[in-house]
């Protein structure tokens, strides 16, 4: 499977400011994700990240406050835009090694994680 | 919209026996994946096992195993000769694929079950 790393692995904000997390992969990959884990709760998919184009983002979050860049297929970054105490989350991208279309099985890999504070 | 259930907040098991978590989901869709993943302490997203909806055939991999009941959108964990490293909590995973790309390929987590193995 594909080796992720995250930076920064946690950081403690400021409310108001921005914080951009970047997510690197070992090999490229089609599809890369970012989700959201609050505290003690399940994760959820914030958007896809499209490499060349604008990310695709689920209901309830916007590219205002989730900017998200992909410029190549080993690289995504995730800002987190004014930051209020209620952003205080876990951050992961995952990536999905298979072709889409293809007929196999579909896997994702979790990278492991950013933890955020903010104050 | 597909729903991931998983009814077990809590369970615990004693070091070397065996336990199942459940995990039910609901969608109209023919043709999905499922997932186990796995989040230690250190909170990395571990995968854990995968079946694929068209194969009658449970999957195994080595301890962990499933019992996928199609009809009645069950897909069940089960841990063999627990030990003390799968301690974690344990998420269930649906994921309807699409032939394009974007959200269809999300994964939609349950809520999760806090395994704890003692010794």
């Known amino acids: 499977s594909a080796v992720i790393s995250q930076k920064p692995s946690r950081d403690i904000c400021q409310r108001g400011t921005s914080l951009t997390i970047q997510c690197q992969v070992d090999s490229q990959v089609t599809m890369m994700f970012w989700y959201r884990q609050q505290p003690g709760q399940s994760l959820t998919l914030i958007a896809t990240a499209n490499q060349g184009s604008e990310a695709t983002y689920e209901s309830g979050f916007v590219i205002d406050k989730f900017p998200i860049s992909r410029p190549n297929l080993t690289f995504s970054t995730l800002t987190v835009s004014n930051m209020s105490p209620e952003d205080s989350s876990i951050y992961l991208c995952?990536?999905?090694?298979?072709?889409?279309?293809?007929?196999?099985?579909?896997?994702?890999?979790f990278g492991p994680g950013t933890r955020l504070t903010v104050t | 919209a597909q729903t991931v259930t998983q009814s077990q907040p809590e369970m615990s098991v004693q070091e070397a026996e065996t336990v199942t978590l459940s995990c039910t989901y609901d969608t109209s869709e023919n043709n999905y994946y499922l997932f186990w993943y796995k989040q230690p302490p250190s909170r990395q997203m571990i995968l854990v096992i995968r079946?694929?909806?068209?194969?009658?055939q449970n999957a195994t991999e080595n301890r962990f195993s499933v019992n996928f009941q199609k009809a009645a959108k069950s897909f069940s964990l089960k841990i063999s000769d627990s030990q003390l490293g799968d301690t974690a909590m344990y998420f269930c995973a649906f994921m309807k694929p699409a032939i394009s790309g974007g959200s269809n390929y999300k994964l939609t987590f349950g809520k999760g079950t806090l395994l704890t193995v003692n010794p």
């Open positions: 995952s990536v999905a090694p298979s072709t889409p279309g293809q007929g196999r099985t579909y896997e994702q890999y």
């Open positions: 079946q694929e909806a068209y194969k009658q």
